[in-house]
């Protein structure tokens, strides 16, 4: 089990600039969430994944941003335009069918110059 | 709707000392009930959860959290901190049984600082 990983870890861009940023979640769990964390903030939900199905997103989630899960395995979140406010940190959390249990990767700490 | 509120931002606190961290919530539904640490630069793990059964729930490097559904409250306890435990800790919330079931609703975290 090697568990949830996200990659990059860092990424620094100038606004304007499109990012994507990639999970991969624990083998097999059906769930996968992205939520966004600010200095001093806790984590605040953008959307969800139940297979490749995108079945919630947050009002935080502007048009510029979109978040896919192409074959219910990896999911990519990417943030077109970015603007300084964007820079956060974007973290990835999977979950096994019907369990309430999340497991979260390390986190890609996004600043936007 | 749900909100959590955490009403300490940070907390200082001795090693060997006990540290208390509170919780409240509120939300219009029955809920779920965690508690997360973040250590620097480092994602979110899972200290204990409240799901059912004993309102006392114990979790892992011995913390323990008490659910008071009166008080709407899950407060983390710990009867003896070591240096580690500097992290930030976050309480969550997840509705049971809506559409929106597993979606985690977070505090603001407190920031304890464990010093020998």
């Known amino acids: 089990d090697t568990g949830v990983s996200q990659d990059p870890r860092h990424k620094i861009t100038k606004r304007g600039q499109n990012v994507t940023f990639r999970c991969d979640p624990i083998s097999e769990h059906n769930r996968l969430y992205w939520y966004r964390q600010t200095l001093g903030q806790g984590p605040e939900f953008l959307t969800y994944?139940?297979?490749?199905?995108?079945?919630?997103k947050s009002r935080l989630l502007s048009d510029r941003f979109s978040a896919e899960r192409p074959k219910g395995s990896f999911s990519t979140l990417e943030i077109q335009r970015t603007e300084q406010g964007d820079s956060a940190m974007y973290l990835c959390a999977s979950s096994p069918s019907q369990s309430y249990e999340q497991y979260f990767g390390p986190g890609t700490r996004l600043t936007v110059t | 709707a749900q909100s959590v509120t955490q009403l300490d931002s940070q907390v200082p606190v001795f090693e060997e000392a006990p540290v208390e961290l509170r919780c409240n919530y509120s939300s219009s539904v029955s809920v779920y009930l965690f508690w997360y640490v973040q250590y620097p630069n480092q994602g979110l793990q899972l200290l204990l959860k409240y799901l059912s059964g004993s309102t006392l729930v114990k979790g892992i490097n011995g913390f323990e959290a008490e659910f008071n559904k009166s008080q709407t409250s899950f407060h983390l306890r710990k009867p003896s901190v070591h240096i580690s435990d500097t992290a930030e800790y976050f309480c969550a919330v997840s509705d049971v049984g809506t559409d929106s079931w597993g979606k985690l609703q977070f505090g603001a975290g407190t920031q304890v600082v464990v010093t020998p």
């Open positions: 994944f139940q297979n490749e199905a995108q079945l919630e």
